[in-house]
């Protein structure tokens, strides 16, 4: 851009500013993050904690940090990086400077451009993060390297009511096929930093905060979770025009295309606005002490996911306040662990990836349509009760918990994945169910351990085919579930702590209370 250096930049300094006159407000429109599994680029100032979402700075020069905090396999360099930096009146500007290892580069409110920048790899603009469009310049930081960071020092002289924002874009490479496929990094909203000078000595009435919790930090695919979102109003004064977004991350699939990194299942309240990259509530007007709750229930049925640490985040934004507020939340997903027998999760990966073709495929699309057709032989509820036909039938039904409406229909996704652990020969069917190694799930109350696997298969079924009541299905769901976290003892066997706890327990005759 016209008025600023093209060398690449490793550090940097602000000259100070004082910021006076008319506010103008960024209201935050949360953004899915690019890709879990690629480059992902956060930006703080050194003096707050990284983790910290919706970064404001209050002094007129401060250390900027620009971190890729990539995850996964492969090259996770940001390629090609800059830094934005948007202005919300150039009239307000008087001077600044961003100072990184090639030197200073000034920031020249004549050589701003309005509008909203692009990205190189596609040509779309970035997302609005609630700033754009702007007045803005782009700073060029070359390749981030995954794990690296780079600090420049910012310093800024201006009036009252001026406000800069930073956020970061860069072009990440994955391998599809022979070709290597480019797409857009950006870093998520919340994981930016803005400038922030008013009068002093004049603390503002109007305050928000935001929290996000996740259901666990680690999930297996296919597994159901939910987050909550909570925003408060903590401050003396009436929050009006109160805006509630929630970011749905992507990863990028084998061919290097973005794709839903969770699918939504459930939304309460339910949302104003919903699309394929974010949520969003008008809450309208928040008196002081009020709060409001928030919950996303998803499930982790995207095998691309695999292995990723997925984030995203929440961010709240009102008429009073300059800058939204934003809270993240992270949860690694993961294949079912190794040493376990297999649940509906481990046979959901299993099922996909060699429909996919993947290397990562324990088995073949020849052995699974064989033990398919094994369970259909041996089975008294599929396909009787459950009319599984094909391979991508038994995929719906493992990788989708949410579909399963009913206790019966619970117990049956349980169940064909212990089916498939028999004809497998993961799981012997004479397998007593004392002799396990228990896994995260505790054996149920009341369950035998005396008795063997086949048994157990045959007891369930027999009540599916009764139309037993829940209370007994839901025990017989305990205990295949129980089993399928389970491992077979190793020639050390394993601690006969489970055999202690159950022995004494009545049979599976006397169901759970």
């Known amino acids: 851009m016209s008025g600023l250096t093209t060398h690449r930049i490793r550090s940097l300094t602000v000259r100070p500013m004082v910021l006076a006159a008319a506010m103008l407000v960024f209201i935050a429109a949360s953004t899915a993050s690019p890709a879990s599994a690629a480059p992902q680029l956060w930006l703080y100032p050194d003096s707050d904690d990284p983790q910290a979402g919706g970064h404001v700075v209050t002094e007129p020069a401060f250390t900027l940090n620009i971190e890729n905090r990539g995850t ?136 928000v905060s935001i929290s996000k919790t996740a259901g666990a930090t680690g999930v297996a695919l296919g597994d159901a979770m939910d987050y909550v979102i909570v925003v408060e109003n903590p401050g003396t004064c009436e929050l009006t025009d109160v805006m509630l977004t929630e970011d749905l991350p992507t990863v990028l699939d084998p061919t290097g295309a973005p794709v839903p990194a969770f699918t939504v299942t459930a939304i309460d309240p339910p949302p104003d606005v919903q699309t394929d990259t974010m949520i969003e509530w008008a809450l309208g007007t928040l008196e002081p002490g009020a709060v409001v709750t928030a919950t996303v229930s998803v499930v982790f049925d995207q095998p691309d996911a695999v292995g990723l640490v997925i984030e995203n985040t929440a961010c709240v934004a009102s008429f009073e306040l300059p800058d939204p507020a934003c ?97 497998s020969e993961r799981l012997p069917a004479d397998t007593v169910l004392g002799h396990l190694c228990p896994g995260d799930e505790e054996p149920p109350m009341n369950m035998d351990p005396t008795m063997t696997v086949e048994a157990l298969i045959a007891a369930a079924e027999a009540d599916l085919l009764a139309g037993a009541d829940d209370e007994v299905l839901e025990f017989w769901l305990d205990v295949v579930d129980f089993v399928n976290n389970a491992s077979l003892p190793g020639t050390g066997g394993c601690d006969d702590e489970f055999v202690r706890r159950t022995a004494t327990r009545g049979r599976h005759g006397n169901h759970r209370p």
């Open 72 to 207: 996964g396999n492969g090259d996770n360099t940001a390629t090609d990086a800059f830094l934005l930096v948007a202005v919300n009146d150039p009239g307000l500007l008087v001077s600044g400077t961003v100072t990184l290892a090639g030197g200073p580069v000034d920031l020249d409110p004549a050589a701003l451009t309005y509008g909203i920048p692009t990205f190189d790899c596609d040509g779309k603009t970035v997302p609005p993060h609630g700033v754009y469009p702007a007045y803005y310049t782009e700073i060029p930081l070359g390749d981030i390297a995954q794990g690296e960071i780079i600090s420049a020092g910012v310093v800024v002289d201006g009036t009252e009511g001026l406000r800069v924002h930073f956020d970061a874009k860069a072009t990440g490479y994955r391998q599809a096929g022979p070709q290597l496929k480019c797409y857009d990094v950006i870093n998520p909203s919340g994981h930016d930093v803005t400038m922030v000078f008013d009068e002093p000595g004049n603390p503002s009435c109007h305050e």
């Open 327 to 423: 809270a993240s939340a992270s949860v690694e997903v993961d294949v079912s662990d190794e040493d376990e027998i297999g649940g509906p999760g481990f046979w959901c990966n299993q099922l996909r990836f060699a429909r996919e073709g993947r290397p990562n495929a324990k088995f073949t699309t020849a052995e699974l349509e064989a033990w398919l057709l094994s369970i259909f032989d041996q089975s008294a509820v599929f396909p009787e009760l459950w009319p599984l036909v094909t391979l991508m039938d038994a995929e719906n039904m493992l990788c989708r918990p949410n579909q399963a409406d009913t206790m019966a229909d619970r117990l049956a996704r349980h169940l064909l994945a212990m089916w498939f652990n028999v004809v």
